[in-house]
């Protein structure tokens, strides 16, 4: 059983940047697929973006490509999601989720294991 701690979320200006951290506890971090995963009220959960268990494979939506960096830390049994630019679009509550993986570079989404969420909130 794998447990997931975000942090980092917060009131933020448009234009601003945020860095969320996942802990994760329990479980083999290195051998899971991660990805995040945010819902703004009213709204589905939706895919953000996701990295392969070697962080060598990474996927983005289009709606924060070349604005959001993920990546990880094996050896601290972390994961992050870098936010740049941000958009009060942006605003909603992001979920951190790791997945079994097929393979080292294989991403996988919305499946296993959540944290709790982290709110992140852009004023305009």
């Known amino acids: 059983q794998v447990q997931l701690v975000e942090s980092g979320g917060g009131l933020v200006q448009a234009g601003g940047s945020l860095r969320l951290s996942c802990a994760a506890s329990?479980?083999?971090?290195?051998?899971?697929?991660m990805a995040w995963l945010r819902q703004a009220p009213g709204k589905e959960r939706e895919f953000v973006a996701g990295?392969?268990?070697?962080?060598?494979?990474?996927f983005y939506s289009n709606s924060v490509k070349g604005r959001f960096t993920i990546s990880r830390d094996n050896a601290k049994n972390t994961g992050y999601l870098q936010m740049n630019s941000l958009k009060p679009e942006d605003t909603a509550v992001y979920y951190c989720?790791?997945?079994?993986?097929?393979?080292?570079?294989?991403?996988?989404?919305?499946?296993?294991?959540w944290g709790q969420g982290t709110q992140v909130t852009v004023s305009s």
């Open positions: 989720n790791v997945n079994h993986a097929s393979g080292p570079d294989t991403i996988v989404a919305g499946g296993d294991y």
């Open positions: 329990g479980g083999t971090f290195s051998r899971y697929a």
């Open positions: 990295i392969s268990w070697s962080g060598g494979n990474t």
